[in-house]
């Protein structure tokens, strides 16, 4: 045991946390079992530890485990929280708890056992908490964190603090919100950045970012779908030709025979396939309001701009990645669909937008919402793109 406070308080005291992340400040820290989600690189443990710094320090109270540790092959999750316990402590932090073999069912038995014990635990995005699992269902509370925002990523780049919006505020007062910002930083110098590596916390590493990017992709599929899907190896190849086909032709309607095909699979294991690259947040799906998986999706996007250029960095196109942004961006707080007026995006089923390089001059409709690129502040009802990065 006093090997893990060692570490833990090693981690605690050497944890980089630039940015301090919005969802430290929207999780109920009052529930006794919580799940942090997320895709693979966009800093799960950090949150885990930089939470540990801010509540409680090195105070042994708390602590961290990571089940990467061989202490877990010969001894249970529920053995160690009895012994922390014992110990007086209160917070156990969990990480890479999909390595752990029975761990929903010991979560189930530590949330019973031990009244009052706190059990945080971080997850892959691809794990289905509560659709898919009797043991914690209905006991745990699940958020998700995302990759940094356009904001974060300014506030990383500038030192500055700027707040985040709500899409209400956006709508209403965009001029005003984007002017106030443009009198302090200049926006689109940061813009074409951060749709290139600004979305994962690892870019900040000295390393190459798109190869990095690119060792995680392949963990996603590796880690993240087969093993968490148990899905046998002899399929990954089949999984990763189709991402790089559905990639080299987002946004778009997949023609899933034509898959099928290529791939050399059924219909139905295509569908499955988009699936989990979607849980993965390799890919987003795009439907019309009412449809949902299993019915094939309208259109298929990659998850953000950072991914597209690992792919294919030579040739990602301007308006395609300009749209993907605007997915990635609304999709994290609100319902995002198929338009059906021929234009991009239906927003919480009442807001019509369209992307676009520049405003449409002479061809604003008052029902439409542009969100026009290439512009720093916006009039009535062309607003500038890059503020939709300000909505977390």
């Known amino acids: 045991m006093e090997s893990f406070y060692k570490t833990h308080k090693y981690l605690v ?58 202490y877990f092959t010969e001894h249970t999750l529920v053995e160690f929280a009895a012994d922390f316990c014992a110990q007086g402590g209160k917070t156990l932090l969990l990480d890479q708890t999909f390595k752990y073999e029975n761990w929903s069912k010991e979560l189930r038995e530590c949330y019973d056992r031990f009244p009052e014990l706190q059990i945080i635990f971080s997850g892959s995005s691809v794990m289905r908490l509560i659709e898919e699992n009797d043991d ?26 700027f707040q985040a919006y709500n899409l209400t505020d956006i709508l209403e007062n965009h001029a005003e919100i984007a002017q106030k910002i ?15 590596h600004g979305y994962y916390p ?25 093993l968490i899907r148990q899905i046998e190896l002899k399929y990954l190849s089949k999984i990763r030709k189709l991402l790089y086909l559905l990639m080299n032709s987002t946004p778009g309607a997949p023609n899933i025979s034509q898959l099928s095909k290529e791939i050399e699979t059924s219909r139905a294991t295509i569908m499955n396939y988009i699936k989990y690259l979607k849980d ?14 299993p019915k094939k999706p309208n259109q298929v996007y990659v998850h953000n701009t950072n991914l597209m250029y690992a792919v294919s960095p030579e040739s990602v196109d301007q308006l395609a990645e300009r749209k993907t942004f ?17 234009l991009d995006f239906c927003i919480d089923q009442q807001y019509h937008f369209k992307c676009s390089n520049k405003p449409e001059t002479g061809k604003s409709y008052s029902k439409v919402i542009y969100a026009a690129d290439e512009i720093e502040v916006g009039s009535k009802n062309v607003i500038p793109l890059w503020l939709f990065g300000f909505l977390y």
Not at 43 to 51: E, N
Not at 208 to 218: A, R
Request: aromatic share 14%; charged share 25%.
């Open 280 to 293: 993965a947040r390799l890919l987003n799906t795009l439907y019309t309001e009412g449809d949902e998986y």
């Open 182 to 196: 443009c009198k302090q930083v200049k926006p689109l110098d940061y813009f074409q950045a951060y749709l290139h």
């Open 13 to 70: 005291e050497h944890v980089q946390s630039p940015v301090r992340r919005m969802l430290m400040d929207e999780i109920d820290w009052s529930q006794r079992l919580i799940a942090i989600k997320g895709s693979r690189g966009v800093g799960k443990t950090t949150f885990l530890l930089q939470f540990a710094k801010e509540k409680f320090g090195t105070d042994r109270c708390c602590l961290y485990i990571n089940f990467n540790n061989f």
């Open 326 to 342: 605007f997915y990635n961006a609304l999709h994290a707080r609100h319902k995002v669909n198929m338009c059906k007026f021929n």
């Open 136 to 161: 914690l269902k209905d006991i745990v509370s699940s958020y998700n964190l995302r990759g940094f925002s356009f904001r974060e990523f300014l506030n990383l780049q500038t030192g500055k603090n």
């Open 202 to 226: 690892f870019f900040l590493e000295n390393r190459n970012f798109l190869e990095n990017l690119l060792k995680t992709m392949n963990m996603m599929l590796e880690v993240d779908i087969l």
